[in-house]
């Protein structure tokens, strides 16, 4: 047993004076003959006041005054953890890298468990971090001895650094001192290394090794897919574990927000496991980060960069089928689609909508209304991709300018032939590329050749604008700057009639090159240098880099692993950044070997305190005492008898509290209070059979305005209309005198839809239907219920051409084929739901622009409300609030203003569902007065 404060134990030494003060006798009281009281003087008093208080009272009372001091100066039992050092010097080994930072907290505390028991043997600890510190001079200092309070004050200021140990660096620290340890304590992450078998010798060598594991130690890290992954960002690798893991990524914006959520399983014994995310170009490309739920740190943080964004790409077809092989479209295809979001389609469709890049095959770019359209596009900031073939070359190109004929410069008419039987020359081969170039740095195969190609005309700045050449000089590609965009011109067609550079890898990258330079990126060259601009610590956190961040060349980011000097983050210029992982030299995760006797911190037993035991019996005499002295006021003199009922209450007194306070078992748990239930009341019999009727039972939608959604069997899809209902009910009852609950899931066939006035139901690609389904949706319809279908972000009407637009679109009309819908038409701004109670223009949801179809007005029942709606703006993301009140669903591209305008749609549909055609009934307010003003 030992004391927290043992100096308060000195006050022991004045129990003889408590003693003495307890014995004290009062002085006897004078006496003082009073004539009126002498008749009194006869009368003989039975009761004896005691000169002196009896032993036994004495020795409670000191014993109390023992307790407390006892009590007060913090006695405890010392339990052997199994981490606690012997007596001499204490070596902590700390692993503090890339893979610490998930278990940091019961790290340190473990960490400050062994300190604070090497301070109560007095003991030195040395502290030996095993990652790389930025500072040298603090390396050299460690492994040092130092006391407990030092060493606890370096704990607390310690933080898990984000790039990985380096064990064997350590272990040549602990050789050069040479010192030998009582015991050596070692926490280790769990995860193996290099030259792991030179550190556990070193360790070894310097006392008996205690080995710190912890239980619920996740070894995970988030690396890059491999090229050509398709809709997988990222991968997970993990330590093999027994025990399945399921897991959550989240891909939020630069600003914080959750744009997706994706579980990932990983199985038992799995050692990676990829996370795919299926979502629309422009929401991918507002990615940033790519982390995983309740695990922070540099290696489950995942960087995005300039070179991981997905450009919208239009390619111009001529119409008819693309031949494969022979298609002028097929090579660019495959070069374009794993990288970027390809269109394809007339001029008309494609500019439309958003791009980065168009490209134009031969014969493509035809008509005077089509090249203008393209030459404003371009105007504007579009890079517009061409390649040549038989119509370029046959077209007459003497005095016509570039900006007359989208060329960024002017041709000679027909084409060169190389290598044919009527030529002397033989097919060129391609030049290195220029410095100035955006394919700078790409290696140039020597089986790649031009036979055929059209001539650019000389002109005096001919070479500066050629990015590619033959090796006699020609030009092969050339450009041209118009307003704020770009022309490029492929000599060649995009066959390989004319060269084998589309069979070529060169054509895929000179292709990527040119989508990336379209979009304003800074393609820095493999000699630059690019300066850290923010950079991770070890907790996953963005922030400026440290002092000890040096530049990194452009060419370096495959082959260089994450130090102090190179931490992991963002490097370069906004328009050109380049992500450096934490893992990014990390393929596979091994468990590593125990280095000594395993420890479990969670079997620790703290050190038991008993003072509080001491004050509970200290307060349980002081309870006799006074129990003692009210006896000892009514009895006329204590007794035997007197004595041992005093000695009997005290003892049951003592014996109730103790059971009252003290804990019930070696846990440390209260006993649980014993409570008897009053006996049920049976509940209403019937009166002849005497059998118990149940309750009837009241649905809750029945009681007050409930919201429901329709069930898809998707997790996901499920938990966001929940929230998304939840918060547009929030905003309702805010808003409005309507009151509506926490809404409903339901299966449309199975539950009763009779007492909800508003059903949502977002359409997933396998959704399916079922006559009785259809019948039960047709009823709650025909009752005056409205059915708000979303597609959520995919166009309802499968126009958009996408597999997940035509999926959907497909359906849609799968799931709306019974149903008693009314001919529908786009809803304007002028349909009564755009003015229940907002007056809106728009009706946007996480997508502003998706148009959303209602009944065409004269063509509905039920007083000329639509019984459905039907949009695809994805209106449950944009009103969806998580357990905190929060919005953890970014709406694009309005932000905050246009997430208001979907609470306000939403509020409005509310409104017409609950109201109905209130609102234009009260346009004919007016002529009913003026009728009634007319009536005799």
Known sequence: MSFSSPFLLLALAGLPLVWWLLRATPPQPRRQVFPPVALLSGLRTRQIDPVRSPLWLLVIRA??????????????????????????????????????????????????????????????VSLLLTAPTPTEQSAEDMPRAQSSSEAEQVLNALRPSPWPVERAQAAKRLKTLGHTYAQVLYLADGVAGTQDGGFAQALRDAGP????????????????????????????????????????????????????????????????????????????????????????????????????????????????????????????????????????????????????????????????????????????????????????????????????????????DGTRQLGGSMTWGAPQKLAPFDALSPFRGLPVPADVTVSRQVLASPTDTLSEQS??????????????????????????????????????????????????????????????????????DGEGNLGPPPATARGLRASAF??????????????????????????????????????????????????????????????????????????????????????????????????????????????????????????????????QSGATQPPPTVPPAALE???????????????????????????????????LGVPDAIRPGQDDLSYYPLIYWPVTADAETSPAITANLNSFMTHGGILLIDTQGDDASGEDGGPASASTGRALRRVTAGLQIPPLTTMTDHHLLAHTFY???????RYAGQPVWVAREGDAENDDVSPVIIGSADWVHAWAVDGSGGTPYAVLPGGAEQ????????????????????????????????????TP
Do not use: C
């Open 839 to 845: 007056l809106l223009h728009d009706f946007p949801g």
């Open 209 to 412: 090794v205690r080995e710190v594991r912890f239980p619920h130690q996740t070894s995970l890290a988030l690396a890059a897919p491999a090229p050509g992954s398709g809709d997988v960002m990222a991968r997970v690798l993990a330590v093999p574990s027994a025990i399945p893991q399921d897991l959550t990524a989240l891909a939020r914006t630069a600003d914080g927000a959750t744009l997706a959520s994706v579980p990932v399983s990983l199985p038992a014994h799995a050692t990676e496991a990829d996370i795919r995310l299926s979502l629309p170009p422009e929401v991918r490309n507002q990615i940033e980060t790519i982390t995983l739920r309740g695990i922070a740190g540099a290696a489950t943080t995942f960087l995005m960069d300039e070179t991981n964004r997905m450009r919208p790409v239009g390619l111009l077809s001529a119409g008819g089928a693309d031949t494969p092989l022979v298609g002028s479209l097929f090579y660019i295809r495959r070069a374009l689609a794993p990288t970027t979001d390809l269109h394809e389609g007339t001029p008309e469709a494609l500019l439309s909508r958003p791009l980065s890049v168009l490209i134009a095959p031969d014969g493509t770019l035809t008509g005077t209304q089509t090249q203008r359209a393209v030459r404003d596009w371009v105007e504007k900031g579009g890079t517009l991709i061409r390649f040549a073939g038989p119509a370029l070359a046959g077209a007459p190109h003497e005095g016509t300018s570039p900006a007359d004929s989208l060329l960024p410069v002017p041709l000679l």
């Open 899 to 934: 997430r208001i305008q979907a609470y306000r749609f939403g509020l409005n549909a509310v409104i017409y569902a609950l109201t109905g055609s209130y609102k234009a009934d009260q346009v004919h307010v007016p002529m009913l007065l003026k009728r009634l003003e007319n």
């Open 558 to 687: 495959v082959s260089t692993p994450v130090s102090p000097e190179h931490p992991p983050g963002l490097y370069g210029p906004r328009n050109g950044r380049r992500a450096l992982n934490a893992t990014s030299q990390i393929t596979a995760l091994q468990a590593a070997a125990p280095v000594g006797t395993l420890i479990d911190p969670q079997t620790r037993q703290p050190d038991r305190p008993l003072g509080r035991y001491s004050l509970l019996a200290a307060l349980v005499l002081m309870l006799v005492d006074g129990l003692a002295m009210l006896v000892m006021r009514v009895a006329r003199r204590p007794s035997p008898h007197g004595l041992a009922a005093i000695l009997a209450a005290g003892l049951i007194v003592a014996t109730g509290t103790a059971r009252a306070q003290a804990p019930d078992d070696d846990t440390g748990h209260m006993p649980s209070p014993v409570t008897v239930a009053p006996q049920a009341m049976p509940a209403a019999s019937d009166a």
């Open 467 to 536: 990015w590619a050449r033959l090796a006699d000089g020609t030009p092969l590609v050339t450009y041209a700057s118009m307003g704020k965009g770009t022309l490029v011109l492929f000599h060649i067609s995009s066959t390989a009639d004319w060269s084998n550079l589309p069979l070529s890898g060169l054509f895929v990258s000179m292709l990527q090159r040119l989508t990336e330079h379209a979009n304003g990126l800074a393609i820095p060259a493999d000699d630059t240098l690019l300066s850290p601009a923010l950079s991770l």
């Open 63 to 124: 014993l109390v005054f023992s307790l407390l001091v006892v009590g007060l100066a913090g006695p405890f039992l010392r339990h052997d953890t199994g981490s606690a050092p012997a007596s001499g010097p204490v070596l902590l080994v700390m692993d503090n890298g890339l893979f610490a930072a998930p278990d940091w907290a019961e790290r340190i505390s473990t960490a400050q468990a062994i300190v604070e028991n090497a301070g109560r043997t007095q003991s030195p």
């Open 705 to 739: 305005t409930r919201l429901a959604y329709v069930v898809t069997g998707h997790a996901d899809v499920d938990e966001v209309s929940r929230q998304g209902l939840q918060g547009l009910s929030d905003f309702v009852n805010a808003r409005t005198s309507a009151k």
